[in-house]
């Protein structure tokens, strides 16, 4: 019985989906610890109540297409579809009332371990490897920027655990041709909250491209891989459709849908800078340019060198606050939250400098976080991956598909930081350092010290542990009175078995690492 629980606890999973539930509820002191609640403005207003609703519209009968409880009645099921979806509700109808508050107090925490849990899932099945600094990663997503911003909302955190599962299950289905796992987990996802599953279809889209162009096969297997994902996302919205079809009726005659026009004034496709004067005058500049009001090369010129800075100002203080800072302010008007640590950092640019990653490989990857990035610099595109609409606060509401590519590449080089060069590791920091101050300097601000601080020690890590771990293993393979050699050598050169290779290998071969995944997940 001990040595099942001690297993139990030494399990990975279990670690990490034990250890965001603690530390959440610990800091926040909620129930059962504690008798803070963070239901508050919306969740208060609206998510609460809703879920109360919905608890007794289900055990009394009631109709669920319709309501009267909102002004003069309304339709429910549109309601539902947005609100109260999540499997999670349901044990709340084996509950008496009276633990109705703190059950929903404990979705957030449950929600996030749940994260956790099946991000450390997807990157041991990605690698092979179970690492034990594995968990820690799992709680780096769960405790993402965009988590602790949007936990409010908490409808939307079920396609924050559903993204790895959906990533897994369509890499399955392109590598593998297994479709079933494609089917059920999107699915699931669009059934739990359809406007969340709007950005992880979006990363699908962009992954099956990726991937095609990192492991290219031909013509013929693409429009096949193509045909393939297509009939299986066909299917997908039919089996979706009992929520999509409310939903979709329920948005037709929303306020949210209203607004279709994209905003003319450069200043409005700008992350709000210092200066807005600044910014209109160089639209002004531009737009005389285009209508032929003088000469067009230095007018041209002139708009190029007042728009670039502002541009890159803009970008400066998205990186800073929110992707080194971990800074954020006000939640409604907050820049993109994309911060998931420092060290994720370090070990992105680590993965970039690595000479066993093809180029191919590494251009997916700066491809993809570019596409993204446009998105928290421009508000125009924001608009567009959006749906075509502004959000009423909460901006930038998929930022965590880039928390989840970058801690990904950063397992993959954290796996390989045996074979990483200390010179690769000093660089790494070195550009990181570079990043902040770079961004600082648009931003014209001030860094903070103890960022950097942290970016030295973890790079000092990274460069003093390959010849820790090469001491380490010498003095373990000291030869033996008859001088008979290390193993390590022997496996190297391994004789080819047909039959139980992994059963037979030695201890030095199973420590081998698996060929480098690259950051798009191929």
């Known amino acids: 019985m001990r040595q099942k ?31 803070n609640t963070l239901i508050f403005s919306d969740c208060r207003e609206q998510y609460y109540p809703f879920f109360l609703a919905f608890r007794e519209a289900l055990l009394s009968s009631e109709s669920l297409q319709w309501t009267w409880s909102l ?4 339709d429910y099921l549109g309601l539902i579809a947005y609100y109260c979806t999540s499997p999670l509700y349901l044990p709340a109808l084996l509950m008496p009332e009276n633990w109705l508050l703190s059950y929903f107090c404990l979705l957030t925490p449950i929600k996030l371990a749940l994260a956790s849990l099946t991000m450390t899932f997807f990157l041991k099945n990605l690698t092979g490897r179970e690492d034990k600094a594995l968990p820690i990663f ?9 988590s602790l911003i949007f936990s409010l909302n908490i409808m939307w955190l079920d396609g924050l655990y559903m993204l790895p599962l959906v990533t897994w ?14 089917i059920l987990t999107l699915t699931a996802t669009l059934l739990f909250n359809y406007y969340i599953s709007i ?77 807005q004067s600044e910014a209109a005058a160089s639209w002004q500049i531009l737009r005389s340019t285009f209508e ?49 640590g420092i060290a994720t950092i370090v070990l992105t640019f680590l993965c970039l400098l690595s000479k066993e990653k093809p180029k191919r490989e590494k251009i997916a990857y700066i491809l993809i976080l570019a596409i993204y990035a446009l998105g928290m610099v421009f508000n125009g595109v924001s608009y567009v991956y959006h749906g075509f609409h502004y959000p009423a606060g909460f901006s930038y509401r998929f930022t965590f598909i880039l928390s989840f590519i970058t801690i990904t590449t950063a397992y993959q080089s954290w796996l390989r930081r045996e074979n990483t060069h200390p010179w690769q590791a000093l660089l790494a920091g070195g550009m990181t350092i570079g990043y902040l101050l770079l961004s600082a300097r648009f931003r014209a601000s001030g860094i903070k010290e103890v960022n950097i601080f942290a970016i030295a020690l973890f790079t000092l890590g990274m460069m003093s542990y390959k010849t820790v771990r090469v001491k380490h293993t010498a003095t373990e393979e000291v ?10 050598q022997d496996a190297k050169d391994p004789a080819p078995q047909k039959t139980k290779m992994k059963a037979t290998a030695s201890p030095a071969s199973r420590r081998e690492l698996p060929p480098l995944c690259p950051p798009v997940f191929c």
């Open 5 to 35: 629980i001690t297993h139990i606890v030494r399990n990975p999973l279990f670690q990490a989906f034990i250890l965001p539930m603690l530390l959440w509820t610990v800091c926040t002191w909620q129930p059962p610890l504690g008798n």
């Open 71 to 74: 002004g003069m009645g309304t």
């Open 138 to 146: 799992g709680c780096l997503y769960s405790f993402c920027g965009w």
């Open 169 to 182: 299950s369509t890499i399955r289905l392109l590598r593998d041709q297994r479709t079933l796992p494609y």
């Open 199 to 275: 950005f992880i279809c979006m990363f699908v889209f962009l992954l099956f491209y990726c991937y095609q162009f990192c492991k290219w096969q031909g013509a013929k297997q693409f429009v096949l891989s193509l045909v393939r994902i297509t009939i299986s996302t066909i299917v997908v919205l039919c089996l979706a459709a009992v929520i999509l079809i409310p939903a979709a009726h329920g948005l037709l005659n929303s306020s949210a849908t209203q607004q279709s026009t994209i905003p003319v004034p450069i200043t409005k496709y700008l992350i709000p800078v210092a200066d």
């Open 292 to 340: 032929g009001n003088g000469a067009i090369f230095p007018a041209l010129w002139t708009a190029v060198k007042t728009t670039i800075p502002l541009i890159c100002k803009a970008i400066g203080h998205t990186i800073y606050q929110a992707a080194l800072a971990g800074f954020y302010g006000n939640a409604v008007t907050s820049p993109p939250a994309i911060y998931c």
């Open 479 to 488: 030869p033996d009175a008859d001088g008979a050699a290390s193993n390590r």
